[in-house]
């Protein structure tokens, strides 16, 4: 099911190692090299893979289900389920050392951490002080830089946190957009979604609490979307009922997972990396062949950087074809 995270993980982790091969012989060698100047081009690759983010913005109308949705998501109750007043982002405790827990992020730019078991406890006069908050978990689902980020219903929006939201969306790797059987395709929700036109394909839409709906209904349900929200195809399109029914949460993990790792542009910077790794890979071999074997003092080393070498760029082959 993973398939499409797997091979990201595998290209990233291939990236990683030949690189730091790379960078490590130069600066042994650092006196000796003319022709790796650009080596700086290496180390923002490097960096850039380190650092990727993969953001999913979950939107929707009031109570349709978006904050269980993500705990779903990330296999843990940790949002509560009264009405998401400020944006909330979800990350890996990775990034605050494994501990697992909240920051609070107020309006006065003071940032005060509690336990995520905490966040139920917010009362409305500690959210009115709140710009946003982070919950940091170990969770497989954010793994390698994904992110979520939870929404206050799009009716309660203020115009800061609807342009936040617009900007949010835009540089995500993925956008759900949450709606409940029994009531989607409000003028709300409409209006919402032919805003968000340009970018349709990085959206999924969810129809949520399928189980306050008769079976018979789900034809009369596809259509509305179909029509609602302009849909060309079905293939973003999901019923589901999270308190009933898993195999549609399987379903959208799935899709997301091709619509973040199976994306056409990460793809494209994969290739470019392995590309320029090989390029200066190539400059190396030149520089050394012009030495003499006495000169190649770490001969192991020098062994280790082939290998690897060779199966990078075998890698950049099948990732051209
Ligand atoms: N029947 C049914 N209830 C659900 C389902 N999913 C969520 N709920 C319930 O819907 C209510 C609202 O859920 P939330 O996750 O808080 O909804 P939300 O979209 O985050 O709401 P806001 O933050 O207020 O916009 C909760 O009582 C949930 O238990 C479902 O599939 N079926
Ligand atoms: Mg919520």
Redesign the pocket.
């Known amino acids: 099911m993973d398939y499409y995270r797997e091979k990201y993980v595998e290209d990233r982790s291939k990236i990683m190692d030949v690189t730091e091969i790379l960078l490590e012989y130069v600066k042994q060698n650092e006196t000796n090299f003319k022709l790796l100047k650009n080596i700086s081009e290496i180390e923002r690759i490097r960096e850039s893979f380190l650092r990727k983010k993969f953001e999913i913005v979950i939107t929707?109308d009031?109570?349709?289900?978006?904050?269980?949705?993500i705990n779903k998501l990330v296999n843990k109750n940790v949002l509560p389920?009264s009405?998401?007043k400020v944006i909330t982002y979800i990350k890996h405790s990775d990034y605050t050392h494994s501990i697992e827990g909240t920051k609070i992020h107020l309006k006065n730019g003071e940032i005060i951490t509690i336990d995520n078991e905490k966040l139920v406890e917010l009362s409305e006069s500690d959210i009115s002080e709140i710009e946003y908050l982070e919950v940091f978990l170990d969770s497989n689902f954010l793994k390698e830089g994904v992110a979520i980020i939870d929404t206050?219903?799009i009716t309660t929006l203020s115009k800061v946190q609807e342009d936040n939201i617009d900007t949010q969306i835009k540089e995500a790797s993925a956008h759900i957009f949450?709606c409940s059987a029994d009531q989607g395709g409000c003028t709300a929700e409409v209006n919402f979604i032919q805003d968000k036109e340009q970018y349709i394909n990085k959206t999924l839409f969810a129809v949520?609490?399928m189980?306050?709906i008769h079976p018979e209904e789900e034809g009369e349900i596809i259509d509305a979307m179909i029509m609602n929200f302009d849909l060309k195809t079905t293939e973003h399109l999901f019923l589901m009922?999270?308190?009933n029914d898993e195999n549609p949460m399987i379903a959208i993990k799935k899709q997301l997972e091709q619509v973040i790792f199976g994306d056409d542009k990460l793809k494209k910077e994969i290739a470019e990396a392995y590309k320029t790794i090989s390029r200066h890979y190539a400059l190396l071999i030149k520089e050394n062949l012009l030495k003499t074997k006495e000169e190649l003092e770490n001969d192991a080393f020098f062994k280790k950087i082939d290998d690897d070498m060779n199966a990078l760029f075998k890698k950049m082959r099948n990732n051209l074809k």
């Open positions: 929707g009031s109570k349709v289900g978006k904050s269980t949705f389920t009405p998401t206050p219903s949450l949520n609490k189980d306050l009922s999270i308190h």
